[in-house]
């Protein structure tokens, strides 16, 4: 041992000569090679790994997606939630695959408050999405229609969303009630209403309009296959974990 570490520090003594012969703006360069380096693969890895697992639960307030958040990470609702105003941001292992064997990728969920206000921070985090869940009360469909449909709008005409083929996952929420409406329904419906939406904002002056990308085929009535991304509707329940529907999503394009 003591011979290894003797040889150790011949070595490291003929290394320390070697470096001082050089020339001293040699070294410098050498070094801020390596630090350069080094700094382009962490930020390469750091990009790549948040754009390729992240997902984002969006929706109006009230809609479900704070429960769906903690079912998805902890399997249980923490005896429910208040209007949230703040993002909740978590990396982690699906509760559902906790008892996977084997590696499991872990997935980063944004649940981003529908309170309007926090709009903004809805934009920051669309681009770094692999997917989409748009959650939408199917138990108080009819009188929150309109705006979830103006929401959905914003997010189906973004251009990182369009540009990027982002899929998207209508999850209709709350259907453990037995008044909540079908996944069937509440689809014909939104395209009925995004399809006044696109008249309304078309006829409004070119100069006004945010809309970053055209919604559907000018001149046809609008249905979601006509979106660039996919957009699905499914349906499901937050609060008594049936959730699968929004994990099969995810596992879908986030892969394990
Ligand atoms: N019956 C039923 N109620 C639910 C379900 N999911 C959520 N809720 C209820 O709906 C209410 C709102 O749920 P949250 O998860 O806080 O809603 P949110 O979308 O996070 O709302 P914001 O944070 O304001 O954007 C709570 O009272 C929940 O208990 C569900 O699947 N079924
Ligand atoms: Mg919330």
Redesign the pocket.
Known sequence: MDEWVREAEVWVGQAERWIRQQPPEQVYVAVAVVAVTVLLLVAVSCLKSSKANTIV?S????????????QLRDGS?HQ??????EQ?NDTFVLHSELERRGKVKPVHVV?????AR?KPKLDEVLPQAAGIVY?V?A?DFLSTMHAAAEYLYDILTKATVVKKRVPVLIFC?????VT?HSKEFIKKQLEKELNKLRESRNAISSADITDEVKLGNPGEAFNFSQCQNKVTVTE?????G?VSAVEEFIREYVKA
């Open positions: 639960l929706g109006l307030s009230g809609s479900g997606k704070t429960i769906l958040f903690y609702t429910g939630t208040v209007t949230s105003m909740n649940d981003v408050p529908g309170h926090l959650v009360d138990q929420n709350k259907t453990d009630k909540a499901g329940a937050g609060l008594t049936n």
